[in-house]
Every structure is written in C-alpha cells, then in structure tokens.
C-alpha cells in the first residue's frame, strides 16, 4: 500500500506543471530508446524543466536522412559552401544513361540547344541517385558537356565539364570519336588535374568514412592509414548504407581544411560516448545544423544527464535528485508486484480451470452411463457446477493475463 501511494502520488504535480506548459515549446532529449519514461523523469528533475517541455528522442529520429554539410577554411575563418540535394523522386543509373545516349544522338547531329537541354536533366538528376553511381555513365555526361560547350564557344566551362570527367577517371583518354576542335581543352583539363590542390577532410562522425565515396571510389580505400583529402572543385559524395544518398559540392580554391559533417551515419549508440570530451565535440558538431542555434539539448545515458547548448561545442553533466530514482523504484517495485500477483492469479485460475473440466468431463460420463433418473439428476447437477467454477476460472485467466500484461512495461 506504501510503495502504491509513493509510486503513483507523484502523477498530480506532475500533470499540473505539464498543464500550465502547454504553451512552451519542447526541449529534446537524446536517449538509447528504451525507458522513455525514466529518461523524462531524471532529465526533468535534473534541469528543473517540467516533463512536458522535454521530449524524448533517438539520434536516429533527430538525424534521419539530413544532408551533408561542408565547412572550409580559407586562411582562418570556417565557411559553408552549398550542397547540392535531391528535390525529385529518385532516379537510377539507367535514367542518366538514357539521357546521356540521347544527349550524344543529338550532339551528331549538331543540335546543340537539345543536346544541351537533355545533358541538363541528367546533370540535375545526378544527386537524385539511390544506388552507387556508374562511373562510365557519370564519366561520359561530363565529357560530352565537355565537347558541347567547346562547340558553343565556352572555352571555361567545357574545361570545367571535362575536369569532372577526368577526375572520375584520373586515366581517361580522348575518345577520337568526337570532335578535334574540344581536345586542346581536354589536354588543359588533364594537365590542371594533375595540379589540383588535395585538401585536408575531417569526417564527423568519424565512422562515416567506412560509408562515404568519393568521385565513385571508396574513401576506405584512399586512407591507407592518412588523413583523407578532397579535390578543389567539384566532387559527388555518395552515403552508402540502406539508402544511398548523393550530393555534390564545390570546394572552393584556396581552401585550407574541409570539414565533411554526415549526420546521417550517427547511431543510437552515439550517446554512449559522454565521458569523452573528443566524442562529445564530435557528437556537438554533428548535431549543430540541426537544431536551433543556442537552443537547449539534453541527453541522458545509462541514469546520467548531459546539458548542452547548440553552437557551444560543451556539455555539463547535471545532477539527478535522489527522489528521482526513489520514484522510479517505487514505480518498478509496485509495478513488478502487480505482474507478478498477475501471474499467481493466471497460475492459479488455469490450474482451478483445467481442474474444473476434469470434474465436468467426468460428470458428464457419468450422467451418460446413469441406471436411474436419480444418478442422472445428481451427476448432471454436479457437471452445471463444474461448468459455472470452469468459467470462473477462465475469467480468472483473463484477469491476470491482463494484470500481467499493463504492468510488464512499468516492471521491466
């Protein structure tokens, strides 16, 4: 009766405050996704917000399938530069591939406003990609790109086009099936690749890099126990895990250092990590394009609270009240009493009901083989009793299972 009235005279004060906070807007709550209950109630009683003002969540449902995002620095200062995502539905290898082929068919024929409008939709559908890219495909949209502009007169962006070509296949050849006229700006390409400035990539989190490729190679594979680099210029970064995802992005000239955010690569086990504060400023990093900056974030791990501020890069560890825990106890212990008494009442009612069917089977055989109406009366009145305990009992069994059943979330 005690641990009954500790473990639920809680439930008043605390529905009042979640009352008068309806207005306020909710503060989120990183946690492993079991015991959401009494991740709300430390957190609550740590940081005095009331239970209503937080709001219990996964870092896989925070990050879902957020963007990349890609800082550089250019001499001292941090920057972010566009990312480029998909805003259609998604596409396939074979959608650029036919586009592209229809792209070249028109280019033969020197329709160049088609052949440029076609390119066009596959260039755009390029980030539209769930699977990992075709590297010939890709390969031959930028080349022909390459040639179209060169045939236009745009000298510059047909270098461009026949950069990204190149960078896909470092040892690309010209493809003498094509124009003459493009291949001094293929050889211009070619030459400035070899030039291209390779810039320091830092990967938050850091276990994102068993899942990046890069310009369709595996950045695993570009390590060899270095720091990994990126290109100036373009680059098409593809996330490779259920879904694929795909991006493309600039790196600016002159840049010094890049810093790859993938948000989308964090797990559920990424709060496990709060003891250490390189873990920590990485878990700040990851999380920062996607909250409000200077809003409130909480995360609570194995009974312990962390507070952080969005764009501070630290955590403070809060205390949680020991009334706290004597609530969560008193809650469990009442809650394992009521399944466990559950139980005994199920036990106990099936045994009673298997009983009860035994004596009424019985009845029942008797009734049958009866010599006299007397036998008969006395062994059909036993078998109605029998029937009436039987459905008690099964009642019984109900009870229990349901019983049981309520309090299991409370007590385990």
Same mark, same amino acid.
Request: overall charge negative; hydrophobic content about 35%; some cysteine.
């Given at each position: 009766?005690?641990?009954?009235?500790?473990?639920?005279?809680?439930?008043?004060?605390?529905?009042?405050?979640?009352?008068?906070?309806?207005?306020?807007?909710?503060?989120?709550?990183?946690?492993?996704?079991?015991?959401?209950?009494?991740?709300?109630?430390? &957190?609550? =009683?740590?940081?005095?917000?009331? !239970?209503?003002? /937080? %709001?219990?969540?996964?870092?896989? #449902?925070?990050?879902? @399938?957020?963007?990349?995002?890609?800082?550089?620095?250019?001499?001292?200062?941090?920057?972010?530069?566009?990312?480029?995502?998909?805003?259609?539905?998604?596409?396939?290898?074979?959608?650029?591939?036919?586009?592209?082929?229809?792209?070249?068919?028109?280019?033969?024929?020197?329709?160049?406003?088609?052949?440029?409008? &076609?390119? =066009?939709?596959?260039?755009?559908? !390029?980030?539209? /990609? %769930?699977?990992?890219?075709?590297? #010939?495909?890709?390969? @031959?949209?930028?080349?022909?790109?390459?040639?179209?502009?060169?045939?236009?007169?745009?000298?510059?962006?047909?270098?461009?086009?026949?950069?990204?070509?190149?960078?896909?296949?470092?040892?690309?050849?010209?493809?003498?099936?094509?124009?003459?006229?493009?291949?001094?700006?293929?050889?211009?390409?070619?030459?400035?690749?070899?030039?291209?400035?390779?810039?320091?990539?830092?990967?938050?989190?850091?276990?994102?890099?068993?899942?990046?490729?890069?310009?369709?190679?595996?950045?695993?594979?570009?390590?060899?126990?270095?720091?990994?680099?990126?290109?100036?210029?373009?680059?098409?970064?593809?996330?490779?895990?259920?879904?694929?995802?795909?991006?493309?992005?600039?790196?600016?000239?002159?840049?010094?250092?890049?810093?790859?955010?993938?948000?989308?690569?964090?797990?559920?086990?990424?709060?496990?990590?709060?003891?250490?504060?390189?873990?920590?400023?990485?878990?700040?990093?990851?999380?920062?394009?996607?909250?409000?900056?200077?809003?409130?974030?909480?995360?609570?791990?194995?009974?312990?609270?962390?507070?952080?501020?969005?764009?501070?890069?630290?955590?403070?560890?809060?205390?949680?009240?020991?009334?706290?825990?004597?609530?969560?106890?008193?809650?469990?212990?009442?809650?394992?009493?009521?399944?466990?008494?559950?139980?005994?009442?199920?036990?106990?009612?099936?045994?009673?009901?298997?009983?009860?069917?035994?004596?009424?089977?019985?009845?029942?055989?008797?009734?049958?083989?009866?010599?006299?109406?007397?036998?008969?009366?006395?062994?059909?009145?036993?078998?109605?009793?029998?029937?009436?305990?039987?459905?008690?009992?099964?009642?019984?069994?109900?009870?229990?299972?349901?019983?049981?059943?309520?309090?299991?979330?409370?007590?385990?």
């Amino acid at each position: 009766m005690w641990l009954s009235i500790m473990a639920f005279g809680y439930a008043e004060p605390i529905e009042i405050e979640e009352t008068n906070s309806k207005e306020q807007s909710t503060v989120p709550v990183l946690y492993s996704g079991k015991d959401e209950q009494a991740t709300l109630l430390r &957190t609550s =009683k740590a940081s005095g917000q009331s !239970v209503d003002q /937080l %709001q219990a969540i996964t870092t896989i #449902d925070l990050v879902g @399938q957020s963007p990349i995002q890609l800082r550089y620095k250019e001499t001292e200062q941090w920057n972010l530069t566009p990312v480029e995502t998909c805003t259609r539905a998604a596409v396939s290898n074979a959608h650029i591939r036919n586009l592209t082929q229809k792209a070249d068919n028109y280019l033969n024929y020197y329709d160049l406003s088609k052949a440029s409008s &076609t390119l =066009k939709k596959a260039e755009d559908i !390029v980030v539209c /990609l %769930q699977e990992l890219f075709n590297a #010939d495909d890709i390969r @031959q949209l930028y080349f022909l790109r390459g040639v179209l502009e060169q045939s236009k007169g745009n000298d510059i962006a047909s270098i461009q086009a026949f950069s990204s070509a190149i960078r896909i296949k470092p040892d690309m050849q010209w493809n003498k099936l094509y124009s003459p006229d493009a291949r001094p700006n293929f050889d211009i390409a070619k030459k400035s690749f070899v030039q291209l400035t390779a810039v320091p990539l830092d990967i938050y989190p850091k276990s994102a890099a068993s899942s990046l490729w890069i310009n369709g190679a595996p950045l695993l594979d570009m390590l060899d126990n270095e720091m990994p680099t990126i290109n100036e210029g373009r680059n098409i970064i593809q996330i490779v895990g259920l879904e694929t995802l795909t991006y493309e992005i600039e790196v600016p000239a002159n840049t010094n250092q890049i810093e790859l955010i993938v948000p989308s690569t964090v797990s559920v086990n990424a709060i496990d990590g709060m003891d250490n504060p390189t873990e920590q400023m990485e878990l700040s990093l990851v999380l920062e394009p996607l909250l409000p900056m200077n809003s409130t974030l909480y995360i609570h791990n194995q009974g312990r609270v962390w507070e952080s501020t969005i764009g501070t890069k630290q955590w403070n560890e809060l205390d949680v009240p020991r009334t706290a825990e004597l609530r969560l106890n008193a809650k469990q212990i009442t809650a394992q009493s009521f399944f466990w008494t559950g139980t005994v009442i199920t036990g106990a009612s099936l045994g009673m009901g298997i009983r009860n069917y035994s004596k009424g089977y019985s009845a029942y055989g008797q009734a049958q083989e009866s010599n006299s109406w007397e036998d008969y009366e006395t062994h059909a009145q036993s078998l109605e009793e029998q029937r009436g305990q039987y459905r008690a009992s099964l009642m019984g069994v109900g009870i229990g299972l349901g019983i049981s059943a309520l309090s299991y979330q409370w007590a385990f």
